[in-house]
Every structure is written in C-alpha cells, then in structure tokens.
C-alpha cells in the first residue's frame, strides 16, 4: 500500500471544513500531519494547526514541529535539564541537534555536542561550547577530560545499541540519559535487518534498582505516539512559537529540494551531508479540485465538533533524518 510520508508543513490554508472559521482561510501557518505531509494539498485538525510567526520563511517554518518539539520534550518536559547544568548532545549537527542546542542555549546549560570535525566551525558559531569530533576520538573520554570527570546532567541519545551503555556512562550523579531512536540500525534490506539484530544484542538493560543505586534516570521518546496528547503537545508549541518571536529559536534549513528530486533529497539525508533540516517545495500548480473529499473524509474521522479541519497549500514539507 502506497504511503505518503510528512508530519509538517507550513503554507497557507485553502479552505476549511463545515463550521470552521473561514477568517483562516489564506493565512500563512504552520501544521503537524499524521503522515501525508509530502503532497500539493493536505488536510488537517485545526488542533494540529499554528500561525506562521513572521520572522520565518515558509521553509524555516516546515522545519519546526518536528525537531523542536522533539527536543523540548528531551530537554525540558522530560528531562529538566536547568541552568548551570551540562548536556551532551549527540548528532547535534542534525535537526533535533540545532533544535536541542536553542534550547539549551536558552535555559543557560552547558553545551556538548557529538559531530563530524567539518560541522564544528557552523556549530560553534551557533552556540555549541564544546564539540567532540566522534568519528576521530572516542567521545566518551573527551567528554569526561572536559568535565573533570563529572560527566553531564543530561544526555540525549537516538543512536541506540552500545551507544546507550556509553551515554549512561556518561552521567553523573541525578544524570539523565533521553533515548529517541535508533539510527544505528538504520539501513535497508538484508543489511539493514542485520544491524538491527545487532544493536538490539547491544542494547544495555538498566534495572530499577541498578538506577536507584546510581542514583541516574533513563528515559524515552517517541513523537509519533504523542497523538492523542494534543493539548500537551500544543502548549509546547506555543512555548516554541514565544520562542521564535522571541529570536531564541532559529530554525536551521541546509537545503531545499523541489518535490521531482525527491530522490536526491533522501540520498542528501543518507549520506549524512545535511547540517539541520532538509525539505520539500511543491509544484506552484496546486490541485484544488480534490479538497472538498478530503475535508469531508477527515470530519468524518473527527466527528468531534471542535476538530474542524482545514485545506492547506504547502509551500513547503519537511523530511526527517539524521546527521552526524
């Protein structure tokens, strides 16, 4: 069955569903999408919908939901991370990387970031105060020559396999390490299932009472199941939307892909050559003739009155993936 990938967009709305308010219609904003996301014309609740802050660009715009709300719920819903405190930020070259620093920048952390050596110089400039360059050291002992064997306060991991027992190694006392993926065993077909097997064998079991004893915390995430978390979820975006007005969150767009190369782009994200987010722009020429059966077909998945939904043009559709 063909599947249509994209959780967010920005563009302007075209239409809404019966009942809902037609004063949004042509206004520019931004959306999370439960899939879909990478089309001419998408459908969504007006729960899942925010107003474009005018400082960014539709590109700019596209690149928020994700990554930002992906990192606050790391850094700040889960893992408390305060002033005066230190986090380590693994692919802090990638999009949830950037979005995590913002962050921490803001609440007054030290930053640690794990990257390749060429990625150093951009992350530095946008606020990194120590980058470890992985591929050349092991980054566990750097880490700790910079902390005076301390370690951090918080880790945020989506590598998974062995690298999660580093990562805890890395934590002191009241630590917490966020896990938010599995890179490592990212890779298509018989390979693919091979590294998984792999970083699965690898991955550390932490016991309760082996936690308390340590007194460290392990914790996960997973954005894809926050669905039926709509109002926590959209107060964090109006904490990220403040944030953005407020210039302390600069989404970061490497580049911009038309919707026929497509292919290029996932080669880009593959290869690893992005620093930040990556992201579609569609045909100019939107086809309009179907959005009156997709507005129809959502309202009648949310039968609720307050889940009006709403046509949106996308200018532009964001793509995951990781960066190192």
Not at 277 to 304: F, G, T, Y
Request: charge should be positive.
């Amino acid at each position: 069955k063909p599947c249509v990938m994209g959780y967010e967009v920005s563009g302007t709305i075209e239409a809404v569903g019966d009942g809902g308010d037609r004063n949004l219609i042509g206004n520019p904003v931004i959306a999370m999408t439960r899939f879909g996301g990478q089309a001419e014309l998408v459908v969504a609740p007006v729960t899942q919908i925010f107003a474009k802050p005018d400082p960014v660009t539709f590109e700019q715009g596209a690149a928020i939901p994700v990554n930002y709300l992906t990192a606050w719920a790391l850094l700040v819903a889960m893992g408390g991370l305060k002033k005066d405190e230190a986090v380590l930020i693994h692919n802090a070259g990638g999009g949830v990387g950037l979005a995590a620093l913002d962050i921490a920048k803001h609440i007054g952390a030290t930053t640690y970031g794990t990257a390749s050596a060429a990625k150093h110089e951009f992350l530095k400039a946008r606020g990194l105060d120590h980058a470890i360059d992985y591929r050349n050291h092991d980054w566990l002992p750097v880490l700790k020559d910079l902390t005076k064997n301390h370690g951090v306060e918080l880790v945020i991991d989506p590598l998974g396999g062995k690298s999660w027992k580093k990562s805890y190694r890395a934590l002191r006392a009241t630590g917490r390490m966020g896990v938010f993926g599995m890179s490592t065993a990212s890779a298509s077909g018989i390979l693919g299932k091979l590294r998984a097997m792999k970083a699965i064998a690898q991955t550390p079991r932490f016991h309760p009472l082996g936690l308390m004893n340590r007194n460290k915390g392990v914790f996960g995430l997973n954005l894809g199941h926050m669905w039926g978390e709509g109002e926590k979820v959209a107060g964090w975006t109006r904490e990220i939307m403040d944030g953005v007005a407020e210039g302390w969150i600069r989404p970061h767009v490497d580049r911009a892909f038309p919707f026929d190369q497509i292919a290029a782009a996932h080669r880009y994200l593959e290869e690893r050559k992005n620093i930040g987010k990556v992201v579609l722009v569609p045909d100019a020429r939107i086809r309009r003739h179907s959005w009156k059966h997709r507005l129809h077909r959502v309202q009648w998945l949310n039968p609720e009155p307050q889940l009006h939904a709403a046509a949106l043009a996308p200018r532009c559709a964001a793509m995951r993936g990781g960066s190192s």
